[in-house]
């Protein structure tokens, strides 16, 4: 009887441990040379509501803000997987300008990446504006993204490069009304360099594969701009931003610190 035991006992113990690497191969999956897509959709919104032109919306010190014109480059983007491999999207495609104009009815803008590396990945990186390297090519090496840029009133000229951020509207306080706001952030040429990197977490992995199209959906909080790392008001100077070597690093790194990732859908 003892020996029927042990003998039993074994055979179980074969099997759970045939069914159990069994199942370990199952849940490997091998990845190479599969691409699939996935989309970041931006959603600008002012603290805790919702963007929309001409609202009026409040921030420090009595003053508020009403826009007309909400853009902004994003570029270089890049994604870390779960081992710490990175997939660059392809330089000469990695530049995008989000239009607050061409959000849908949810007030999203859609920017959809083609050709990314399966893999499970945990973070996106991304850089607001364009970088020194980039702009060291010349017009040429620019390619078709500065005509869009053009087009977009995102260049200040070729000569001093490209606004970032553009930002156009009004602000009231207690002493005025509706006086005129124009935030235009950007590098001037290689004297001035603006550019600035954001990495945010995903709050769950992204699975791209070449069955499914992730999107991961990044609130951009405006009010940041004006009440971010520094606090700046219109009335000391912030209604016309442009050029100026103090006030214009100030708007760089409020605006980098106003994206966050809200959730990820991995259908």
Same mark, same amino acid.
Request: aromatic share 10%.
């Given at each position: ?5 042990y003998t039993f006992a074994l ?6 441990? &045939? ?12 990845? &190479? ?14 603290? %805790? ?11 420090? *010190? ?10 902004? /480059? ?7 997987d779960s081992e710490g491999n ?5 330089? #000469?495609?990695? +530049?995008?300008? /989000? *239009? ?32 020194? %390297?980039?702009?060291?090519?010349? +017009? ?5 993204? @500065?005509?869009?840029?053009?087009? #977009? ?20 306080? %207690? ?7 124009? /935030? ?6 290689? &004297? @001035? ?16 594969? #070449? ?11 405006? +009010? ?19 050029? %100026? *070597? ?5 708007? +760089?790194? *409020? ?13």
């Open positions: 009887m003892k020996l029927l035991k055979l179980l113990s074969v099997t759970v441990a &045939s069914c159990s690497t069994d199942n370990d191969d199952d849940s490997s999956e091998d990845l &190479s040379g599969q691409t699939g897509e996935l989309t970041l959709k931006f959603d600008n919104g002012v603290g %805790d509501q919702d963007f929309i032109f001409g609202t009026s919306y409040n921030k420090s *010190n009595n003053e508020s803000f009403k826009l007309e014109t909400l853009k902004y /480059i994003v570029s270089n983007v890049r994604f870390t990175v997939f660059m999207y392809p330089t #000469e495609e990695n +530049a995008f300008i /989000i *239009n607050e104009l061409d959000g849908n009815t949810a007030g999203e803008i859609y920017v959809t990446l083609n050709d990314v590396d399966a893999a499970d990945y945990v973070s996106v990186t991304f850089g607001i504006g364009i970088d020194q %390297d980039r702009f060291l090519l010349g +017009a040429e090496g620019q390619g078709a993204f @500065l005509d869009e840029a053009s087009e #977009e009133g995102m260049l200040w000229s070729w000569a001093t490069g490209y606004r970032f951020v553009r930002l156009d509207g009004t602000y009231s306080s %207690d002493t005025v009304t509706d006086e005129p706001v124009n /935030i235009h952030m950007g590098s001037v040429g290689t &004297s @001035l360099d603006n550019y600035r990197e954001v990495t945010l977490p995903f709050p769950n992995t992204v699975l791209v594969r #070449e069955t499914t199209t992730p999107e991961v959906h990044i609130k951009a909080d405006i +009010a940041k701009v004006f009440d971010g790392t520094t606090t700046v008001n219109f009335a000391d100077g912030y209604d016309q931003v442009h050029t %100026d *070597n103090v006030e214009t690093p100030i708007i +760089a790194d *409020n605006v980098s610190g106003m994206f966050s990732v809200h959730h990820v859908h991995n259908d």
